[in-house]
């Protein structure tokens, strides 16, 4: 099946500053990628989606200045997180569309656990 | 909100059993998948299951459809200790990629 990578699996940064997440599709090209969030015990929250080569469609509540998404190939899209606060500690997990016929399936990276102290 | 629900939240089961796990969405869909997410990681797609289809299998994985009642199920038969995740289903959102996904099922298969 269809490989997506996520790097780094575990961060821990000091508040303010800002951390990067990748997200690579590693044997097929991904027109869009997915980011969420996701909390202890909880489903995922969609934040944003990402389209190579154009801005990402953020989700009602998602701060586009806070969570800048960036989709500059058809295999690796990134998400920085400006100015980190202990509020954002969570788990992040992005995926990756591959379209198959009428089929919609999402692959999914390990996620990145970021801790904010 | 088209978001799943799934029931129950949390099952625990000894190792041979059966694993029943119910999802229910509001709006209507043109197929319906069920993730499994083991504790710490990514989700990994099991199953898809079109508007058009009442019964899917894959390997000791059981799903149906009820487009009638916007209701599916997941059917994990013998169970294993490895089974022990948390299983989503997800729907498309209207015609877009987005997946809408439920609150999950968390599995524990004793050994």
């Known amino acids: 099946g269809a490989v997506v990578s996520q790097h780094p699996s575990w961060v821990i940064c000091k508040s303010g500053t800002s951390v990067k997440i990748e997200c690579r599709s590693l044997?097929?090209?991904?027109?869009?990628m997915f980011w969420y969030r996701q909390f202890p015990k909880q489903s995922l929250m969609l934040m944003a989606t990402?389209?190579?080569?154009?801005?990402?469609?953020?989700e009602q509540g998602v701060e586009k200045d806070k969570f800048l998404i960036n989709h500059a190939s058809l295999t690796l899209s990134t998400l920085t997180v400006t100015s980190a606060h202990p509020e954002d500690s969570s788990f992040y997990i992005c995926?990756?569309?591959?379209?198959?016929?009428?089929?919609?399936?999402?692959?999914f990276g390990a996620g990145t656990r970021l801790s904010v102290l | 909100s088209q978001q799943g629900e799934e029931d129950p939240q949390a099952l625990s089961i000894q190792e041979g059993e059966n694993a029943t796990m119910n999802c229910s969405y509001k709006?209507?869909?043109?197929?319906l998948q069920w993730y499994r997410q083991n504790s710490g990681r990514g989700l990994v797609h099991l199953i898809l299951?079109?508007?058009?289809?009442r019964e899917k299998h894959s390997g000791r994985l059981r799903v149906t459809l009820d487009t009638s009642k916007k209701s599916s199920s997941l059917l994990i038969t013998a169970s294993r200790a490895a089974d022990t995740a948390s299983y989503f289903c997800?729907?498309?959102?209207?015609?877009?990629?987005?997946?809408?996904f439920g609150k999950g099922t968390k599995l524990t298969v004793n050994p």
């Open positions: 995926s990756a569309s591959a379209q198959t016929g009428a089929k919609n399936i999402q692959y």
């Open positions: 044997d097929f090209q991904a027109t869009t």
């Open positions: 990402s389209n190579e080569g154009s801005k990402a469609t953020y």
């Open positions: 709006t209507s869909i043109n197929n």
């Open positions: 299951i079109r508007s058009n289809e």
């Open positions: 997800a729907t498309p959102q209207g015609g877009s990629e987005k997946l809408v």
